[in-house]
């Protein structure tokens, strides 16, 4: 099992950038697939982005294709969510999920964070 810890949110303006890190426990980190989702108020949770065991793939929401950017650090068991041009439709509670087996595109991930608010003013 794995717990994971999201930080980094925040309060900014549009078109700025902001980077989240999701900190796993652990000494598997690698073993896992890592993706996020977010949820915004009165909405479902939504797929925003993940990376493979390796980390030679990513997958991302067409909403935030070529402003987001997903990557994984296994020595320090951490999965980033580097987003730039931000937009006020970004504002959600953003988490982190693990999974260990199947298709790291598919939303069945096993582990969950807590979340991070993110609020992008217009």
């Known amino acids: 099992q794995v717990q994971l810890v999201e930080s980094g949110g925040g309060l900014v303006q549009a078109g700025d950038s902001l980077r989240l890190s999701c900190a796993a426990s652990?000494?598997?980190?690698?073993?896992?697939?890592m993706g996020w989702f977010r949820q915004a108020p009165g909405k479902e949770r939504e797929f925003v982005a993940a990376?493979?065991?390796?980390?030679?793939?990513?997958y991302y929401a067409d909403s935030v294709k070529g402003r987001f950017t997903i990557s994984r650090d296994d020595a320090k068991n951490t999965v980033y969510l580097q987003m730039n041009s931000l937009k006020p439709e970004d504002t959600a509670v953003y988490y982190c999920?693990?999974?260990?087996?199947?298709?790291?595109?598919?939303?069945?991930?096993?582990?969950w964070g807590q979340g991070t608010q993110v609020t992008v003013s217009s």
């Open positions: 999920a693990a999974k260990r087996r199947g298709n790291f595109r598919t939303y069945d991930y096993d582990y």
């Open positions: 990376i493979s065991w390796s980390g030679g793939s990513t």
């Open positions: 652990g000494r598997t980190f690698s073993s896992y697939a």
